[in-house]
T-cell receptor
């Protein structure tokens, strides 16, 4: 069981470039989440999904898009990167039902120049 | 609006010096309160879930307790390897899928 994995681990972008962050989980979880973590700000929810083919906006969705075409994968896209999107991005997943525990990936460090 | 406030923001302890971290919360019906540990450069790792006031859970040197307004993470005789950021989160009842996280307490334990 690999749990939650994220690709890539680290990336440097120039302003205006695009990229996709991949999150994969092998726990058959229904719910998946994308967060960003910045110093002094804690974890902030970008988008989430409650099942294959569904997505919803979180607290800070602007500048990001997501897709959940397969249950095990949740993609986060940046269409035109901005320096304000420099952050550490975490993906998390959890099972449906009463078990609310989220399992987090190792993170992707993104630097936008 | 659900809110979670953690205190202190940072805590420095000597090895063996017991202390507590606080998580105060405001939520419209608590479904669960979660504690996570986050090491530098890594993702948060689940520690405990508490569901109702009076509940307590323990793991090694850590003990989490819950009241109707706050939770404490007690650290007994900490070791340097307990150094990490500890995150608290609450999940409201009523069908919400989104937990609310606090900003964390950074704990450093000196040998």
């Amino acid at each position: 069981n690999a749990g939650v994995t994220q690709t890539p681990k680290f990336r440097v972008l120039k302003t205006g470039q695009s990229m996709t962050l991949l999150c994969a989980q092998d726990m058959n979880h229904e719910y998946m989440y994308w967060y960003r973590q910045d110093p002094g700000m804690g974890l902030r929810l970008i988008h989430y999904s409650v099942g294959e083919g569904t997505t919803a906006k979180g607290e800070v969705p602007d500048g990001y898009n997501v897709s959940r075409l397969k249950k095990q994968n949740f993609l986060l896209g940046l269409e035109s990167a901005a320096p304000s999107q420099t952050s550490v991005y975490f993906c998390a997943s959890r099972a449906s039902g009463n078990s609310e525990t989220q399992y987090f990936g190792p993170g992707t460090r993104l630097l936008v120049l | 609006e659900d809110q979670v406030t953690q205190s202190p923001e940072a805590l420095r302890l000597q090895e063996g010096e017991s202390s507590s971290l606080n998580c105060s919360y405001t939520v419209s019906g608590l479904r669960g309160l979660f504690w996570y540990r986050q090491d530098p450069g890594k993702g948060p790792e689940f520690l405990f879930t508490l569901y109702s006031a009076g509940e307590e859970k323990e793991k090694e040197r850590l003990k989490a307790t819950l009241t109707k307004k706050e939770s404490f993470l007690h650290i007994t005789a900490p070791k340097p390897e307990d150094s990490a950021t500890y995150l608290c989160a609450v999940q409201a009842s009523g069908g919400s899928y989104i937990p609310t996280f606090g900003r964390g307490t950074s704990l450093i334990v000196h040998p």
